[in-house]
């Protein structure tokens, strides 16, 4: 038996957000939720590398962290923690855990990075306190083709496609035109990165360049908008991370650049990762998976499932379902360090099955103070989809056909 946190979670269950449980058309016939799916990017790390980006994108050095480039921080796993402690209490209330016993039908699929298996192990900490969970993942880091399946071969690109696709994402003026739009805010990064040595320093002096998807690639930018993205989401680590003012961007990044730069990456994802066919394509290893969870009836069937992926893992599905969200303090459909698309099957009274999204992610605030008192949480409209008069949801069958592509 576990008994920690019952007392809490029983008060909160009272608080608990509205739709984890719909009900639709005459109340006779409620739809249940008995089935939820994750699809969760991991928790706050340092830049990958250790030297963040080229010599001369910044006047200064980059502030140091406490763990390696790419590892989940001790302040990373806090916040997972919270937040699956948030989820625990929406799980409960859904009958989909039990109120203090250890849950058994629970499923944890993790990448094989050391930050995507310790979020995975930070989340069944908080969803499941007291408890031991099994978490699969390949050994760390060894390549899994699951998360990286056109890489691997296992779901290659057509090269004419994927160009189609970027194409259509970009616009018929160009990446140029896409860059210029771009420029005020570039010219601001540069004022954070540089201060005053601007003239041999920054993101901006660059073009922006697309390299062309091949079988086995993705396609990638190059030059001003890649750097760009990638400083921002720097900007943000050390924002959410927790480290003081003078370390967030040498002093000169406020709450309200992080917020805006965040439209280089979340730019980065629309142009490259949403598109429906590289979308479908890249998770062609996962969709599987959900599919599998959503629909198993076996008596032993998880009811939860999390996958603990990555922010390309995440931006991928919005593509495919055509999901936006806007998280306090975020850029617009930037994915969040521990944000998640939530799947959410529905069933009515006789037998037939729905399928709802939503996402969930603390704000800008809540991460770096490493709590989720009360996170942003989303039910977003699935494009093409409606269900029983509603727009947005999805029967099972047509969602499954989505993921298919």
Known sequence: MRTSRTGRTLAALAAMLAGVALTAGAPADPLQVDRVVLMMRHGIRPPTKAQPMPIGTAAAAWPTWSVKPGWLTEHGASAI?????????????????????????????????????????SYAKGVAPGCSLTIEHRPQDEPDPMFNPIESGQAPLDPARAAAAIDAAVGPRGIA???????????????????????????????????????????????????????????????????????????????????????????EFRLLARPPYIATRNLAGLSPRIATWLT???????????????????????????LHWNVPGIAADD???????????????????????????????????????????KV?????????????????????AKLRG
């Open 81 to 121: 923690v919270a937040v699956a402690d948030f989820d625990r209490i929406g799980f409960i209330k859904a009958g989909l855990l039990p109120l203090t016993d250890c849950p058994t039908r629970i499923a944890l699929l993790a990448d094989s990075d050391q930050r995507t298996i310790a979020t995975a192990a």
């Open 177 to 267: 035109t896409t860059e210029r739009g771009m420029k005020p805010l570039l010219i601001r990064l540069d004022r954070v990165l540089c201060g005053s040595a601007t003239a041999t320093c920054g993101v901006a002096r660059e073009p922006t360049t697309i390299r062309p998807a091949t079988a086995t690639s993705r396609p990638k930018l190059g030059g001003a908008l890649d750097r760009a993205s990638t400083a921002a989401q720097i900007l943000l680590l050390e924002y959410a991370e927790g480290k003081p003012a003078n370390e967030v961007g040498w002093g000169r990044a406020t709450a309200s650049d992080i917020a805006a730069f965040g439209a280089f990456h979340a730019l």
């Open 296 to 322: 198993d009836e076996a008596p032993t069937a998880p009811k939860v499932a999390l996958i603990a992926g990555h922010d390309t893992n995440v931006a991928n599905l919005a593509g495919v379902l055509g």
């Open 335 to 377: 994915p969040v360090p521990g944000g998640a698309i939530q799947l959410e099957r529905l069933t009515d009274g006789k037998g037939n099955h729905y399928v709802r999204a939503s996402y969930r992610a603390q704000s800008l605030s809540e991460l770096r103070a490493a709590t989720a008192k009360t996170p942003y949480h």
């Open 380 to 400: 977003l409209p699935i494009a093409g989809c409606k269900a029983r008069g509603i727009d947005g949801l999805c029967t099972l069958s047509d969602f499954l």
